[in-house]
């Protein structure tokens, strides 16, 4: 396998398939550190369809023009099932091929990296759209991102999710707030709810001391950025064949029948 520990990598591989539409990136590396990666991205690529199965085109080509990458980085989620499983297919196929290690980092990770790759003292929380109306809770306190595992991910309904940060907030705690572009409706509750209006002001929410309100989504570039700060401080690759999806709900694939039960026990 290739050693990380003394070899850093130069071209890095990042494979995001957890939110659509599903995105790849190979990226240069090589002046990346823990405190603030220098990635140049060398190319990207987002699939027109919605789980991925394009992107193995697009990294064909690259690796005809720029070799094999040194690693890969992979969304492992939580998010699409069929997109994780494409995505995780795709990435233990080309590691095993490439005899590469591969770096597995979450959907939550990679959105709270946003933030807290330019802010590491900031404190972030992440919403992500569980499907059956559930969200993903992710909690990012400061220097959480340089952890082994997958961070604290939670599947909770959206008033819950609420309740928690509006309990952060009364904490004192200084956090802000990544939110899944797929959750218009919850966005909207967010700024008015946490944030006292529709627009949200800056100003306003300075003077209240409320969390910071963003959007994004986890896609391959950010993945990619997060990766090679991981790697730099130390971090290093699995073997492919001990990929994992995290799924963080245990019925990942129920049929239509169970998903109607499901969302009647939650609605109580």
């Known amino acids: ?14 494979l995001a398939g957890s939110a659509s539409p599903a995105s790849a990136a190979l990226v240069d590396c090589g002046s990346a550190t823990s405190a603030g990666p220098g990635v140049k991205c060398i190319a990207r690529h987002e699939s027109g369809g ?25 969304d492992v989620g939580p998010g699409s099932f069929t997109g994780l499983r494409v995505g995780l297919g795709l990435a233990q196929g080309l590691a095993l091929a490439w005899n590469r290690l591969v770096l597995p980092l979450s959907s939550a990770q990679i959105m709270a990296s946003r933030i807290q790759l330019e802010e590491p003292q900031t404190h972030v929380i992440t919403f992500r759209d569980a499907r059956m109306g559930a969200v993903y809770l992710g909690d990012h306190p400061p220097g959480s991102l340089g952890c082994h595992g997958f961070g604290d991910v939670i599947e909770a309904d959206p008033q ?31 700024r008015v709810e946490a944030f006292g209006g529709p627009q949200g002001g800056a100003i306003q929410t300075e003077r209240r001391g409320l969390p910071r309100l963003t959007t994004a989504r986890p896609e391959a570039v950010q993945l990619a950025r997060l990766a090679c700060a991981r790697l730099a401080s130390g971090h290093v690759g699995i073997a492919p064949a001990a990929l994992t999806p995290f799924y963080v709900r245990n019925d990942v694939a129920m049929d239509l029948a169970a998903q109607r039960a499901y969302r009647q026990a939650r609605a109580g």
Do not use: Y
């Open 160 to 190: 819950e999710a609420l309740a928690r940060l509006h309990a952060r907030v009364g904490c004192g705690v200084a956090a802000c707030c990544v939110v899944d572009e797929a959750l218009e409706a919850l966005l909207e509750r967010l």
């Open 1 to 14: 396998m290739h050693d990380l520990a003394t070899r850093p990598p130069h071209l890095l591989l990042a």
């Open 50 to 74: 919605k789980s991925g199965e394009e992107l193995l085109g697009a990294v064909e080509q690259w690796v005809g023009t720029w070799g094999v990458p040194e690693v890969l980085a992979l």
